[in-house]
């Protein structure tokens, strides 16, 4: 069975390559539209995420805190 808050990690970190940067600067809405899903589920799976202490949400962008 597929773990989704992996799939949208992983796809966090490939953003973050791209733009070769510490936060990512984008909105719940805009990952959602990427993805070709709804905002709320890509809220739930941030907080998820952040609950995990994968990410941390600030007001600079989303900020990764581990590769696991």
Not at 10 to 16: A, P, S, T, V
Not at 50 to 60: A, C, F, G, H, V
Request: no cysteine; charged share 25%; hydrophobic share 35%.
């Amino acid at each position: 069975m597929i773990k989704w808050t992996n799939v949208y990690f992983e796809y966090l970190k490939n953003k973050l390559q791209i733009t070769n940067s510490i936060s990512l600067k984008i909105t719940h809405g805009q990952i959602a539209n990427e993805l070709g899903i709804a905002r709320e589920v890509i809220s739930r799976v941030l907080k998820k995420l952040e609950s995990e202490k994968k990410i941390e949400q600030t007001t600079n962008g989303i900020i990764l805190h581990s590769g696991d």
